[in-house]
Structures are given as structure tokens and as C-alpha cells.
């Protein structure tokens, strides 16, 4: 069975590529503010691109959604102030 953990990352501390892999220090923000290690994305570089694609791809999907839930709000008078740039609570992507 393959080791899936899960890692919360607010951001990279450092990148780097050795012998055709690509490496990811990954980055939470602690407590005073600073950014700390939180664990570290390996991928060897042949899978970058398709990687990064796939990235991409699931941002415009969440700033399509995003832009739907405004235009739903919109329409029907319910964003206050300051929620019309609410992200929704959960989606999911196929």
C-alpha cells in the first residue's frame, strides 16, 4: 500500500532538482508569523509538467466556481460585505 499522508502547506521554503527529481521543501506558517518545514514533495522532473498542469487546471476550475458562486449571490442580494470573495466551503473535481 502506498504511504499517503497528509500535509498541510501554506507555501515553499525551498526548491530544487537533483539527478531528474524535482524537490519541494514545503512550508507552514508557524506561530510567530515565520514560515517552518512541514514536509517535502518529491517528483522526478520527467512528471513536473504534467504535474504542474494539473495544478493549473484545478485553480481555474476553483476561479470558475468561485465566479458562479458570486453571480448566484448577486442574482439572488445575498453577499454582504466582504463575503463576495468567499471561497465555497468544499467542491469536489473530476
Same mark, same amino acid.
Not at 525551498?14 to 514536509?39: C, E, H, I, M, N
Given at each position: 500500500? @502506498?504511504?499517503?499522508? #497528509?500535509?498541510?502547506?501554506? !507555501?515553499?521554503?525551498?526548491?530544487? %532538482?537533483?539527478? *531528474? @527529481?524535482?524537490?519541494? #521543501?514545503?512550508?507552514?506558517? !508557524?506561530?510567530?508569523?515565520?514560515? %517552518?518545514?512541514? *514536509?517535502?514533495?518529491?517528483i522526478p522532473l520527467m512528471q513536473l509538467p504534467a504535474f504542474a498542469n494539473g495544478i493549473m487546471s484545478l485553480l481555474k476550475q476553483i476561479e470558475t466556481r468561485v465566479k458562479e458562486q458570486q453571480a448566484r449571490q448577486s442574482e439572488n442580494g445575498e453577499a454582504a460585505a466582504g463575503e463576495s470573495a468567499s471561497v465555497p466551503g468544499a467542491f469536489r473535481f473530476g
Open positions: 500500500m @502506498v504511504d499517503a499522508r #497528509t500535509i498541510f502547506a501554506d !507555501g515553499i521554503m525551498d526548491a530544487s %532538482v537533483t539527478y *531528474g @527529481v524535482a524537490r519541494f #521543501t514545503l512550508a507552514q506558517t !508557524g506561530p510567530d508569523g515565520k514560515p %517552518v518545514p512541514a *514536509g517535502q514533495l518529491v
